[in-house]
């Protein structure tokens, strides 16, 4: 899998900052940090699946110890992408804020890899037990990914927290 950073702003204006593989935790969490102070991110929403949850804590330590340095960091969120209920609701706020263009994804260098993936990106419904089922991603082909799609999700949803705050 792909680490991907994702800046939205309140408009929805999107842009996929970075998407790097095969990095050690340390130098990972330093990209990150760096991005965080370059683009005066105050919310982070983390994937916590995988190493999300350590990424997630070693942020916080992070933005405590930087605090007073006026590193911009308020508050990191580590969302369960793994619990089928939680992704679907993510993706489907992420959807619709698409389809009704309150998310526009800015031009740069990686916005045609997430729009390659938001094309191939898709739900596939199916009934088990007698219930329907849906489960969102890439068709599972060699090669393809849907990790800038999800990190688009965790940055809308951390972008509606941020509106919720100001009413």
Same mark, same amino acid.
């Given at each position: 899998?792909?680490?991907?950073?994702?800046?939205?702003?309140?408009?929805?204006? /999107?842009?996929?900052?970075?998407?790097?593989?095969?990095?050690?935790?340390?130098?990972?969490?330093?990209?990150?940090?760096?991005?965080?102070?370059?683009?005066?991110?105050?919310?982070?929403?983390?994937?916590?699946?995988? /190493?999300?949850?350590? $990424?997630?804590?070693?942020?916080?330590?992070?933005?405590?110890?930087?605090?007073?340095?006026?590193?911009?960091?308020?508050?990191?969120?580590?969302?369960?992408?793994?619990?089928?209920?939680?992704?679907?609701? $993510? %993706?489907?706020?992420?959807?619709?804020?698409?389809?009704?263009?309150? %998310?526009?994804?800015?031009?740069?260098?990686? /916005?045609?890899?997430?729009?390659?993936?938001?094309?191939?990106?898709?739900?596939?419904?199916?009934?088990?037990?007698?219930?329907? %089922?849906?489960?969102?991603?890439?068709?599972?082909?060699?090669?393809?990914?849907?990790?800038?799609?999800?990190?688009?999700?965790?940055?809308?949803?951390?972008?509606?927290?941020? $509106?919720?705050?100001?009413?």
């Amino acid at each position: 899998d792909w680490t991907v950073v994702t800046k939205i702003n309140v408009d929805g204006e /999107a842009e996929v900052l970075g998407r790097w593989r095969h990095e050690d935790y340390p130098s990972t969490t330093k990209r990150i940090v760096d991005l965080i102070s370059e683009h005066q991110v105050t919310l982070v929403c983390v994937d916590k699946a995988q /190493a999300g949850s350590y $990424l997630a804590d070693e942020l916080r330590r992070i933005q405590r110890e930087r605090k007073r340095d006026g590193f911009p960091l308020q508050e990191v969120v580590a969302y369960e992408t793994f619990s089928p209920g939680k992704k679907t609701t $993510l %993706i489907e706020t992420a959807r619709g804020d698409v389809q009704h263009q309150r %998310i526009r994804v800015l031009m740069n260098d990686l /916005a045609n890899v997430l729009r390659y993936e938001l094309c191939r990106f898709q739900g596939i419904r199916r009934v088990s037990q007698g219930r329907e %089922i849906v489960s969102y991603g890439c068709p599972q082909t060699y090669g393809e990914h849907d990790d800038c799609v999800l990190s688009l999700c965790l940055a809308n949803w951390a972008r509606l927290r941020l $509106l919720d705050r100001k009413t």
